[in-house]
């Protein structure tokens, strides 16, 4: 089993700054994708950056502000966020994707982390 825990989230005032982290344990053999998703109250959860090689996918409304990056040697992914606004509020989900060294793929997914933008 492919495990992943997030960290990082916490309260922080609009304009501020925060970076979630994200590791990956467990029976890895290789990870091919990993993202960051969303899912604020009462709303469904949204795709906010994905990245699978060299392509890079984000939310519109997080363009320019968030950055995802990885460290493929200590599987690891990261998410940068700047001018943080308190629309970005939500609990955010790191999820990881790749083959088992059984060679069977997973999609796991973190517990979540509360990223709260609030004065």
């Known amino acids: 089993q492919v495990h992943v825990v997030e960290s990082g989230g916490g309260l922080v005032q609009p304009g501020g700054s925060l970076e979630l982290s994200c590791v990956a344990s467990?029976?890895?053999?290789?990870?091919?994708?990993v993202g960051w998703y969303r899912q604020a109250p009462g709303k469904e959860r949204e795709l906010v950056a994905f990245?699978?090689?060299?392509?890079?996918d984000y939310l519109e409304s997080v363009k320019g502000r968030f950055t995802i990056s990885r460290d493929s040697a200590m599987n690891m992914v990261y998410l940068q966020m700047h001018s943080l606004r308190p629309e970005d509020t939500a609990v955010y989900y790191c999820v990881m994707r790749g083959y088992s060294t059984l060679r069977k793929s997973y999609d796991s997914w973190g517990q979540g982390t509360q990223v709260t933008v609030s004065s």
């Open positions: 990245m699978v090689g060299g392509d890079i």
């Open positions: 467990g029976t890895i053999f290789s990870i091919d994708g």
